[in-house]
């Protein structure tokens, strides 16, 4: 395997005593999309939080593309973050600008691009997800699932190298989970590299390249979707997956 | 005489009111450029404080708090007399139009920082962290996400704060600074009539009803659509 996008290494957090996350170890090649699963209090979406230091990891390294973003600066920090995308599970839209204008804010401020470019880019990022008609509109205005994927083109308009997707559907009404899933899909299929934490196990199922299963803090399973769904080796795995099949 | 020509010749002697229009002018202008002064000071360093405060610097924060603290338990008015009357004790001599604009912007800047501190702890945690996930600092995050939110939270009771602590300007009738109702009181001493409270009373309304009816425009532009 040439050198990973996305590494984690030993990867621990605690909150006080609660060990939440114990020696993490996972690799997200170029491209690949693996999804994470796991019973809630597992550590899914610590262990994605800490992928770009919203939760300050205790110990261990995360390596984007060869660079460990754990031990760096505060200002070198914000630079790595521009690499890695995040998708939220409340999506986060900034309420008091419109649509367009919360996809260039992070251009303009953190990237420094010119304001035309970055509109110029806002509006392609916005097309991709099918939302350029929407650019001016204020994001109360919009569904839940127009929401999210106005925040997908606000991370994608960053170019990062990752996206994390910290269970985007999960806040969605069933019939908006689709539109969302179709602009991740495409996304996977342009060659992003992504981590997505998520109980969307039908998508998992037909768009995984890999499926990570945690429980306790710890990876207890990883293998090809087929394996994992249909095969799964650990007892814990099964006992979950029986539970959300139920 | 009766009544109502004695309520009128009390309260609305046209003579009296128009023998004193002159000095009520110039005590209409005293009140409006000392409440401009004391609203630019107080609010600028309010919100200056509210955001040093969001560094989370304990050291700062402990007179950040001891200030806001002090700033709204103390009457505004012990504050001025032991400037305006104490102070020269020490050589120290501060005109009265400063004193009123230092302590009462001061006592505006202490509610004022508190308004907007409230204001920026009501700002969703996921507000921060979308601003920080796409590499903005601490402090882009604070100036472009969270105050924009924070003020708009915080314009009604600041509003309110404002209009209470403009009106204080009155306390200048005290320290001899010639705002409006000093310039009424002396022209009633003067004249033996109350007529010159009801011009002042007046003026007041034309001073500051404006301002209220601006601030709720304001609110209501201040509002995004929801």
Redesign the interface.
């Given at each position: 395997m040439s050198r990973p996008m996305l590494e984690i290494v030993a990867l621990e957090k605690s909150f006080g005593d609660l060990k939440v996350l114990r020696d993490i170890n996972l690799r997200v090649a170029t491209g690949e999309m693996v999804f994470v699963i796991g019973p809630s209090g597992s550590g899914k979406s610590t262990m994605l939080r800490c992928c770009?230091r919203?939760e300050e990891p205790t110990s261990g390294a995360i390596l984007i593309d060869g660079k460990d973003i754990v031990g760096c600066s505060?200002?070198a920090l914000?630079?790595m973050?521009?690499e890695?995308?995040?998708v939220?599970q409340?999506f986060?839209?900034?309420?008091?600008m419109n649509v367009v204008a919360n996809v260039m804010?992070?251009q303009i401020?953190?990237?420094k691009r010119p304001k035309d470019e970055a509109r110029e880019r806002a509006l392609a990022m916005l097309d991709r997800v099918g939302l350029r008609h929407r650019a001016e509109t204020?994001p109360?205005?919009l569904s839940g699932g127009q929401q999210q994927r106005v925040?997908i083109a606000?991370?994608l308009a960053?170019d990062p190298k990752v996206m994390l997707f910290d269970e985007p559907t999960s806040a969605l009404d069933p019939e908006l989970v689709g539109s969302v899933l179709a602009v991740m899909k495409d996304l996977k299929d342009s060659g992003m590299t992504m981590l997505v934490v998520s109980h969307e196990m039908g998508f998992a199922r037909e768009a995984a390249d890999r499926v990570v299963f945690m429980d306790g803090g710890l990876v207890v399973e990883e293998g090809p979707p087929e394996q994992i769904f249909a095969n799964p080796k650990a007892e814990r795995t099964q006992a979950f997956l029986s539970r959300v099949r139920a | 005489m009766d009544g109502l020509d004695r309520f009128l010749t009390t309260f609305f002697n046209a003579r009296i009111f128009a023998r004193y229009l002159p000095d009520m002018l110039a005590g209409v202008w005293t009140t409006i450029w000392l409440a401009a002064a004391v609203i630019a000071l107080g609010l600028s360093l309010g919100l200056l404080l509210a955001c040093l405060r969001a560094y989370g610097w304990r050291l700062a924060n402990f007179f950040i708090i001891c200030f806001a603290d002090m700033g709204r338990a103390l009457p505004p008015l012990v504050l001025i007399l032991i400037i305006y009357f104490g102070l020269p004790g020490l050589g120290l001599r501060v005109p009265g139009p400063l004193v009123l604009i230092l302590v009462l912007g001061t006592v505006l800047a202490a509610f004022a920082e508190e308004i907007f501190w409230a204001g920026l702890t009501s700002v969703?945690k996921?507000?921060w962290?979308?601003?920080?996930?796409?590499?903005?600092?601490f402090t882009?995050t604070l100036v472009?996400?969270a105050l924009?939110?924070a003020a708009?939270l915080a314009l009604p009771p600041l509003v309110n704060r404002v209009l209470a602590i403009s009106k204080m300007t009155a306390l200048g009738s005290v320290i001899g600074v010639s705002e409006i109702l000093s310039v009424a009181s002396t022209a009633q001493s003067f004249t033996g009539s109350a007529a010159p409270l009801t011009m002042g009373a007046i003026a007041y309304v034309i001073v500051f009803l404006p301002l209220v009816v601006l601030t709720r425009l304001l609110e209501r532009r201040f509002a995004?659509?929801?």
């Open positions: 770009n919203l505060s200002s914000n630079r973050r521009l890695v995308g995040m939220f409340g986060h839209l900034y309420p008091h804010l992070a401020k953190a990237l204020m109360t205005q925040a606000r991370a960053l | 969703p996921g507000q962290e979308a601003g920080r996930a796409t590499g903005l600092g882009q472009q996400i924009p939110q708009r995004w659509k929801v």
